[in-house]
């Protein structure tokens, strides 16, 4: 692993300087508390992912590995960087809290990469701020590894997502259920803006400020929509679409955040803030893997339903600018109220969508909700892997195969069920090579099952040994195409039981 302490000569801060802006440290200064990373003794970095170098733009001539392990170790900063942790508020489980922000992370600057686009470069475990309240200001390696790998999956399958440069690990030891090492991550992302931060202004003595990060939001990245009537409702419409296609994207790959709070949700409907997150083995729609969500507010099926509950807050936050850029309250509300309304119909569309391509369906017929529902169900009652059961569909719809694939048990139900499937499309225009290649690259091999992330931990944790973690990592940036030697990777643990973890380890 490249873990070895930088010698004495290599310098750990990279000369070029034209690369940092600090756009957000440019609003007025109630939006953050300027403040430096703790240093981390011991830090030892433990991957660098190169599809996120790439997106950035960030070479190794540029910036060194040994560059990067002094920046998530607290050592230095580079030249241009503002390092600021960000104030915002949020409804947590529900309740408002009006004490929160970046109480462990720091954003320290954007970097520019030679597209023209900027990512904001975040170092998460980086010690405490003004917000961390009763909180450590650390991160621990279990949870900055399972946030690195599924950051790094989630661009692999096509979902939008934070990403993740690199992560390391310190010499700290931190109580958390038990005693736990040390870690930061520097997490990158188009933008750190949450509902919570609208949340925080409007509840403040501040609220005239939404204008503001609205402007900032929108030249920043939706400059279409500065010239809208209203541009605050228009910011409003295109989250509600993105957060839309967002969690569509969740129910179709079986994917549960956890924790959807308020300051949770990206402004840009990208997923961020991973903690007790999974991608579900044996479908169940009411799994959650927080083990604090005792109700089960977060758990699978309630997703769709929470991100128009938490849409509806941050719509609470804007509604009285909205009302002043269109000139009435009615008009405000009636807007909000149509662009909820539009969210739902979106999200079903949207999962719909993805749920007929992972089918190998193109022909739209009225009886295929119903025999998604069926496979569901089937899924379900069987105790069945969401993942392979899938993959497997390729393999069912090849008519010169009769045989049923082993990923979906040999029940009479899943008999059934095969039987109509295959009935089903013979409506379809598509060869049955065409359809497989189709499949193969909407229903994803390899997922970041949640065994998968413990021995990769365990291997640092035990061994010093990031050879596992680089390894999934790989295989997750490409899930869809069938690596030799891997079909491990492909499979539920033996003797799976679902995982659930605590929230913020
Ligand atoms: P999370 O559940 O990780 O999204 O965190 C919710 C809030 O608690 C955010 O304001 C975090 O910055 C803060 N927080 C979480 N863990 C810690 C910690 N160990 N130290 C300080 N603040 C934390
Ligand atoms: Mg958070």
Redesign the pocket.
């Known amino acids: 692993m490249a873990a070895t302490p930088d010698s004495p000569q290599t310098p750990t801060e990279p000369a070029s300087t034209n690369r940092f802006d600090n756009r957000f440290a440019r609003l007025p200064q109630h939006f953050f508390s300027l403040l430096e990373p703790t240093a981390q003794p011991g830090t030892q970095l433990l991957d660098v992912s190169p599809e996120c170098r790439r997106l950035l733009t960030m070479s190794e001539q540029e910036i060194s590995d040994a560059q990067l392990r002094a920046l998530l170790g607290g050592e230095t900063l580079w030249p241009g960087m503002q390092p600021l942790a960000q104030k915002y508020t949020g409804h947590q489980f529900g309740i408002y809290n009006p004490e929160?922000?970046?109480?462990?992370?720091l954003l320290l600057g954007e970097w520019r990469a030679d597209s023209g686009a900027s990512f904001d470069l975040h170092l998460k475990g980086a010690g405490?701020t003004p917000?961390?309240?009763h909180?450590?200001?650390?991160?621990v390696l279990r949870s900055s590894v399972r946030e690195y790998l599924v950051s790094e999956a989630f661009a692999g399958l096509g979902l939008p997502s934070t990403r993740a440069l690199a992560v390391a690990v310190n010499q700290q030891q931190v109580p958390r259920e038990r005693w736990e090492p040390g870690a930061t991550l520097l997490r990158v992302a188009p933008s750190h803006v949450r509902f919570g931060h609208f949340e925080w202004l409007a509840l403040s003595e501040h609220d005239s400020d939404v204008t503001l990060l609205v402007d900032h939001v929108l030249s920043q990245h939706w400059p279409d929509l500065l010239e809208a009537p209203s541009p605050t409702l228009a910011m409003f419409e295109r989250c509600a679409e993105r957060t839309a296609e967002m969690i569509a994207g969740w129910q179709a790959m079986g994917f549960v955040h956890g924790?959807m709070?308020t300051?949770?949700m990206s402004i840009l409907g990208i997923a961020l803030?991973f903690?007790p997150f999974a991608f579900q083995e044996q479908f169940d729609p009411a799994f959650t893997p927080n083990l604090t969500d005792a109700e089960g507010r977060y758990a699978y099926s309630e997703q769709p339903s929470i991100g128009m509950w938490n849409l509806s807050r941050l719509a609470f936050a804007l509604l009285q600018q909205i009302a002043q850029e269109l000139g009435s309250e009615d008009a405000a509300q009636a807007a909000v109220q149509q662009t909820l309304e539009n969210y739902g119909e979106r999200i079903n569309h949207a999962f719909g969508e993805r749920m007929r391509a992972r089918l190998g369906l193109i022909e739209e017929l009225p009886e295929d909700t119903q025999l998604l529902g069926d496979f569901l169900s089937l899924l379900y009652h069987q105790r069945l892997d969401y993942h392979c059961a899938f993959r497997s569909l390729a393999q069912l719809s090849d008519p010169s195969d009769e045989k049923l694939p082993l990923a979906l048990g040999q029940s009479a139900a899943a008999l059934a069920w095969a039987e109509r499937y295959r009935a089903r499309l013979a409506h379809e225009p598509r060869s049955a090579q065409q359809r497989q290649q189709a499949m193969n690259q909407v229903n994803p091999l390899y997922v970041l099952r949640t065994h998968l992330a413990q021995r990769a931990i365990e291997a640092i944790e035990q061994h010093n040994d990031a050879s596992e973690l680089k390894r999934l990592r790989e295989l997750l940036a490409d899930p869809y195409n069938a690596r030799a030697g891997m079909d491990e990777y492909a499979m539920p643990a033996r003797n799976s039981a679902p995982v659930r973890l605590s929230?913020?380890s």
Not at 100 to 105: A, I, M, V
Not at 135 to 139: K, L, P, Q, R, T
Request: proline share 0%; charged share 30%; glycine share 26%.
């Open positions: 929160l922000g970046d109480g462990r992370g405490r917000y961390s309240r909180g450590d200001g650390n991160a924790v709070n300051d949770n803030d903690g929230c913020s």
